[in-house]
Nanobody, 119 residues
């Protein structure tokens, strides 16, 4: 089992920055993909960014490219999402997730952290 705990959410004005962290526990992650998702009020949860074990492979949705950066520290079993130039439309609950080796989709999820961006 893997437990995920997000932190770093909060309220900022448009143009500001936040850094989200996702600490994993329960076992050491290896060959596992880590991702960030978000869900805004009244909308479905959407993929934001993902990173593979080696950090060589990173993917983003188009709306955050050039503003958000996903990274991970395998020694700390932690993933990060650096969010710059935040916009009101980035307001959502952000979730960390892990897709373990051989899983077909993300099979572990955190409880989420709120990000609110005011104009």
């Amino acid at each position: 089992q893997v437990q995920l705990v997000e932190s770093g959410g909060g309220s900022v004005q448009a143009g500001g920055s936040l850094r989200l962290s996702c600490a994993a526990s329960g076992r050491t992650l290896s060959n596992d993909r880590m991702g960030w998702f978000r869900q805004a009020p009244g909308k479905e949860r959407e993929f934001v960014a993902a990173i593979d074990w080696s950090s060589a492979g990173r993917t983003y949705i188009d709306s955050v490219k050039g503003r958000f950066t996903i990274s991970r520290d395998n020694a700390k079993n932690t993933a990060y999402l650096q969010m710059n130039s935040l916009k009101p439309e980035d307001t959502a609950v952000y979730y960390c997730a892990v897709q373990t080796w051989l899983a077909t989709w993300y099979n572990y999820w955190g409880q989420g952290t709120q990000v609110t961006v005011s104009s």
